[in-house]
């Protein structure tokens, strides 16, 4: 069964600071893993996606990478700004079956002006 | 592409009585997912429909839940005898056919806004 952890779970840096958030599976056998944010109270936004072929995707100030036979990925977040603090949620999808995304816990992230 | 969208946004209802959610997919999108998230957790899948056919249910919908998609457009999800437990953001999220040409991946999911459901 696949289980997604995320860490930290919380994390609270000054404004400015660049920063990584770690998510880790169990299983290798994905198809994709994906970055996403979401708001107090709100849906989720994607943030960057990664097939299993690639080892890392970049869009602005935010660089996720893949290492799928380790079972991890790291999302860096370059710069940090108060309108990003958020809870930042990995999700991966398994090769076979309907394309459901196991998500982790989340790192709720705090960034002070 | 206007978005997916959910019906209420939020519902407030006492314990043992019957709720129903509604999703608005983006059009066309003929892959659909409801998700359920707990206070302080990431979302956890319940079930899928791939048109109108409901291909997977999680262990997690009993038999107080249903969900249909008629004919493959909106779908929704019914929680019957509703329990203190069933509190919860319902999520639903779309996501179109493989090899559908436009700007949308076919990759990924995208999600509505959600139910906050509270029982009381």
């Known amino acids: 069964k696949q289980e997604v952890t995320q860490i930290p779970a919380a994390l609270s840096v000054p404004e400015g600071e660049n920063l990584v958030l770690n998510c880790s599976f169990t299983d290798s056998a994905i198809y994709n893993l994906q970055w996403f944010r979401q708001d107090p109270g709100k849906g989720l936004t994607s943030l960057l996606l990664?097939?299993?072929?690639?080892r890392e995707q970049t869009s602005g100030r935010l660089n996720a990478s893949l290492d799928k036979s380790s079972g991890r990925s790291t999302l860096y977040i370059a710069a940090s700004q108060p309108g990003d603090s958020a809870t930042y949620l990995c999700?991966?999808?398994?090769?076979?079956?309907?394309?459901?995304?196991?998500f982790g816990t989340g790192t709720r992230l705090k960034v002070l002006a | 592409d206007t978005g997916v969208s959910q019906n209420p946004r939020h519902k407030i209802t006492k314990r043992g009585q019957n709720v129903t959610f509604r999703c608005d997919p983006i059009s066309e999108h003929n892959r659909l997912y409801w998700y359920r998230q707990t206070l302080g957790q990431g979302p956890e899948f319940l079930t899928y429909f791939q048109n109108e056919a409901q291909l997977e249910k999680s262990r997690l919908l009993s038999d107080r839940f249903s969900a249909e998609r008629p004919k493959g457009s909106f779908s929704t999800l019914e929680i019957q005898r509703t329990e203190q437990g069933d509190s919860a953001m319902y999520l639903c999220a779309s996501s179109p056919r493989p090899g559908t040409p436009g700007k949308l991946s076919t990759d990924t999911q995208y999600f509505g806004p959600g139910t906050r459901l509270t029982v009381l």
């Open positions: 990664i097939q299993s072929s690639q």
């Open positions: 999700a991966v999808v398994h090769t076979s079956g309907t394309y459901k995304y196991i």
